[in-house]
């Protein structure tokens, strides 16, 4: 299957500050790429469908000046939380649509905690 | 009324059982059907695609879809402890996919 990295795999900031989150697709170039959110033992939350050379489509109740996507080339996306706070805090998942039906192959994960 | 209902366990079985997880959906558009299986703080795993209704096998894995009932099933034969994961079913009809709640499965030696 397609292989997808996230960078990094877990960050700690402090309140206030940016966070940089980097999707890639090693070994496929991804047009469309996802960011999810995921809290404990939750499902999977859709935040945001990243297109690459245009505005990424950000579902209802997500803010789009807080979650900053980037989708500049076919193989990478980045997700920046702005001013994050505790509430932040979460697991965030990136995927890309490859394989012969457009499955969903995602990336590890990244944990981020906001002090 | 969710699109798709998934119970999210947990269920705990002994070594070598044989596990069946299930879901069910709402939206008749649905024609793909996928099961992900995920490993604690790690990204979902595609483990399993099917567009039709009936069986497919991998292995010790079957996926089973029955459109007329709107219900999937994962089983899993043979069980083992390094099966212990979340496993979340996902549907598509178009472009967006929809994810159940995940159920937790333990598998104990």
């Known amino acids: 299957g397609a292989v997808v990295s996230q960078h990094p795999s877990w960050v700690i900031c402090k309140s206030g500050t940016s966070v940089k989150i980097e999707c890639r697709s090693l070994d496929f170039q991804a047009t469309t790429m996802f960011w999810y959110r995921q809290f404990p033992k939750q499902s999977l939350m859709l935040m945001a469908t990243?297109?690459?050379?245009?505005?990424?489509?950000?579902e209802q109740g997500v803010e789009k000046d807080k979650f900053l996507i980037n989708h500049a080339s076919l193989t990478l996306s980045t997700l920046t939380v702005t001013s994050a706070h505790p509430e932040d805090s979460s697991f965030y998942i990136c995927?890309?649509?490859?394989?012969?039906?457009?499955?969903?192959?995602f990336g590890p994960g990244t944990r981020l905690t906001v002090l | 009324q969710k699109e798709v209902e998934q119970d999210p366990g947990p269920l705990s079985v002994p070594e070598g059982a044989i596990v069946s997880l299930n879901c069910t959906y709402s939206?008749?558009?649905?024609?793909?059907f996928m099961w992900y299986r995920q490993y604690s703080r790690k990204g979902p795993e595609l483990l399993m695609y099917?567009?039709?209704?009936g069986n497919k096998e991998d292995g010790r894995f079957t996926a089973q879809v029955d459109k007329s009932s709107k219900y999937i099933s994962l089983f899993i034969r043979d069980s083992q402890p390094s099966d212990s994961a979340t496993y979340l079913c996902a549907m598509t009809g178009g472009f967006k996919t929809i994810f159940g709640a995940g159920t937790r499965l333990f598998v104990k030696a």
């Open positions: 995927s890309c649509l490859a394989g012969d039906y457009n499955e969903q192959f």
């Open positions: 990243s297109n690459e050379g245009s505005k990424a489509t950000y």
């Open positions: 099917t567009y039709s209704s």
């Open positions: 939206n008749s558009a649905f024609q793909y």
